[in-house]
């Protein structure tokens, strides 16, 4: 068992581990009888407007590559849909995925993408749909040269793709790959911003602009060099400014001892 910690609340997740995506090697695809159950769920959920919205941070590395998530939340603070932003500078892959939960198990995932890794290039969107033991049991997929062109191609039964949900997980959790330590400070539009993310020098990275100095950023300031790598634990709201532009705010810095 897996728990999702989102900030500044806590919110439990059950998933079973994967390495990541996986097709069966069975050629015939049978639709399960719950198969319109299934949809009809993921669909209340997309068609629901009064989920609470949670934003993690946006991460950033040197090479381009994007990734953040927003999290779909009901009255208990229970997620119902994960949407994962994405783009892989290195594998020229980039797009949306969504993930549908009931009960804190996945029970779909959807994605639309520009899909790389294909014999020939394409914009591919994905249903896949899972049993109670989250394991893939029928997928329906549809593609088109330009993503424009996608809603009017119809979809086609395939063997189930499981999509992972980890690295959506990571994102949220700031785990891994998207853990925030200390990487210094920068300034721009007037602002002064704390960097947050992976000690490595290609790491994913993310900035929160600062709202007032507390005790633990005059610490930071004080040996910035020194404090680079420093664990952190941080709060934040994604903010518009005067010119529309998305920000993200720093509500709370603690260093991690």
């Known amino acids: 068992m ?27 695809v049978t639709i399960p009888k719950n198969s319109n159950a299934l949809e009809d769920k993921m669909a209340a959920i997309e068609n629901n407007p009064s989920w609470k919205q949670f934003n993690s941070l946006a991460y950033n590395n040197n090479a381009g590559s994007k990734e953040e998530v927003i999290a779909y939340l ?51 969107e994905r249903l896949t749909f899972y049993d109670k033991k989250e394991q893939a049991l029928y997928m329906r997929e549809r593609s ?33 790959p998207f853990v925030t330590t200390f990487q210094g400070f920068a300034q721009g539009g007037g602002l002064t911003y704390v960097l947050v993310g992976e000690n490595t020098p290609d790491g994913f990275a993310s900035s929160l602009a600062i709202q007032y100095e507390s005790e633990d950023i ?3 300031r004080m040996n910035e060099l020194g404090m680079i790598g420093t664990p952190l634990h941080v709060e934040h709201q994604t903010m518009m400014n005067d010119q529309g532009l998305k920000f993200q705010a720093l509500l709370s810095l603690r260093i991690n001892s």
């Open 2 to 28: 897996k728990t999702v910690r989102f900030l500044p609340f806590l919110i439990a997740l059950t998933v079973l581990a994967s390495c990541g995506e996986k097709s069966t090697a069975e050629e015939k």
């Open 74 to 124: 009901n009255d208990k603070e229970e997620a119902v849909k994960l949407e994962e932003r994405f783009t892989e500078v290195e594998t020229g892959t980039y797009g949306i995925r969504f993930f549908y939960f009931s009960g804190g198990k996945k029970f779909a995932s959807r994605e639309v993408i520009f899909d790389n890794s294909l014999k020939k290039p394409a914009f591919v």
């Open 144 to 176: 088109a040269e330009f993503e424009q062109d996608l809603e009017n191609q119809s979809f086609a039964v395939k063997p189930p793709i499981e999509i992972s949900v980890d690295r959506a997980m990571q994102v949220i959790n700031q785990e891994g």
């Open 218 to 220: 005059k610490k930071l």
